[in-house]
């Protein structure tokens, strides 16, 4: 059973950074990033879940265009571990970040999600 395990949220200031973690288990070290695509969505109350950044399993990266130029995503393979490096933050990043895997041409609701970590950006 795939679990994921976000961390790193918090509160933070307008301009401020932070790194969001997504601690994936269940399978076998060096081949769990070979067989899905990991994405970092997110979501405010009365909106739907928006993609924000994913790696495919080749290493191809997308952003959502509201973060490009402010937000990396990466991962360490020995670590089965995927990173959101958010910087520049702004008060619309505000948002519970979700980590979520899926194999590659699936929708995300078909794959497995963490239980979300609140990004808080204000002063």
């Known amino acids: 059973q795939v679990q994921l395990v976000e961390s790193g949220g918090g509160l933070v200031q307008p301009g401020g950074s932070l790194r969001l973690s997504c601690a994936a288990s269940?399978?076998?070290?060096?081949?769990?990033?070979?067989?899905?695509?990991m994405g970092w969505y997110r979501q405010v109350p009365g909106k739907q879940r928006e993609l924000v950044a994913d790696?495919?399993?080749?290493?191809?990266?997308n952003y959502a265009d509201d973060v490009k130029g402010r937000f990396t995503i990466s991962r360490d393979t020995p670590k089965n571990t995927v990173y959101l490096q958010m910087s520049s933050l702004k008060p619309e990043d505000t948002a519970v970040y979700y980590c979520?895997?899926?194999?590659?041409?699936?929708?995300?609701?078909?794959?497995?999600w963490g239980q979300g970590t609140q990004v808080t950006v204000s002063s």
């Open positions: 269940g399978i076998a070290f060096s081949t769990f990033f070979s067989i899905y695509r």
């Open positions: 979520n895997a899926r194999r590659p041409g699936n929708p995300p609701s078909s794959g497995y």
């Open positions: 790696i495919s399993s080749g290493g191809y990266l």
